[in-house]
């Protein structure tokens, strides 16, 4: 009789490991699975993508607050990849702009930009923005600037806090789009910020697209200290700030 006991133990020992060891298996495979999303953001040196660019600065004065609008086009190339000291390979990115096709491409900035498994990181001025949290999925948040958000940047020689209350938040993925008539079938739309009140409007979103990346771009970074928010839209009070939308016209 003990003998039994223990041999039914020893079974139900190995029928629980059997278990196990095939549940463990199933679960590497569906990781492998997993569609994580990494081909949204595409690194890969002789990358390039073409630009337009509007955007529109409101600049306080005496007076009244002066409103200048721009056009150019920008152009962003991977020249380059380094091994950073934490081991990650980031890639440089070549930002140059014109004002049409007619003139030679001018360089104006130097940016960088890596993957991790878990994130895509965007490096500007010395700052770096979490553009996504891998693996993709709808409404999945997170912190975009993982620095003070009271940083001031200058516009137009006012200083202005840009980031204040951004919080990303993925919109929808994997849905078809045309810009500029151009057509991309696997898109993803990210809420970069959306935060308002009667005196600071901060929202961003941004449009990117399986093997290709960043094609649409909207910022609206914009101040006021008029209150009337009860009896006039925010955009007709503004005082400082600028609104830009960015569009792709061309990749490779």
């Known amino acids: 009789f003990p003998f039994s006991i223990h041999m039914m133990r020893f079974w139900i ?3 629980v490991a059997a278990a196990c060891f095939y549940a463990c298996d199933d679960d590497v ?16 040196i002789g990358k390039y993508i073409e630009y337009e660019v509007d ?5 306080p004065q005496q007076g009244g607050t002066v409103v200048d609008s721009s056009y150019r086009l920008v152009r962003e190339e991977i020249t380059d990849s380094f091994i950073d000291a934490l081991g990650n390979e980031v890639f440089t990115i070549e930002r140059s702009e014109r004002i049409d096709s007619s003139q030679n491409w001018e360089l104006t900035d130097v940016y960088g930009a890596y993957n991790t498994e878990t994130q895509s990181i965007r490096k500007e001025e010395n700052l770096e923005f979490i553009k996504m949290i891998f693996p993709i999925r709808d409404r999945r948040d997170w912190d975009a600037i993982p620095f003070d958000e009271r940083l001031e940047v200058e516009i137009a020689g006012e200083t202005i806090e840009m980031f204040k209350n951004w919080e990303s938040e993925v919109e929808d993925v994997d849905l078809p789009e045309t810009i500029n008539g ?4 696997e898109v993803a739309t ?15 979103l941004e449009k990117y697209a399986r093997g290709v ?11 006021s200290q008029d209150t009337e928010a009860d009896t006039v839209a925010f955009i007709d009070r503004v005082e400082e700030g600028f609104i830009l939308e960015q569009r792709i016209i061309g990749h490779n």
């Open 190 to 204: 990210v809420t970069v910020a959306d935060d308002q009140n009667q005196i600071e409007y901060r929202y961003g």
């Open 29 to 44: 495979v569906d990781k492998t699975e997993v569609d994580f999303g990494y081909d949204y953001f595409p690194l890969e």
């Open 13 to 15: 020992l190995v029928l």
């Open 182 to 185: 151009l057509s991309f079938e």
């Open 55 to 59: 955007s529109i600065i409101y600049d």
């Open 213 to 223: 990346g960043l094609i649409y771009r909207e910022l609206r970074i914009l101040d």
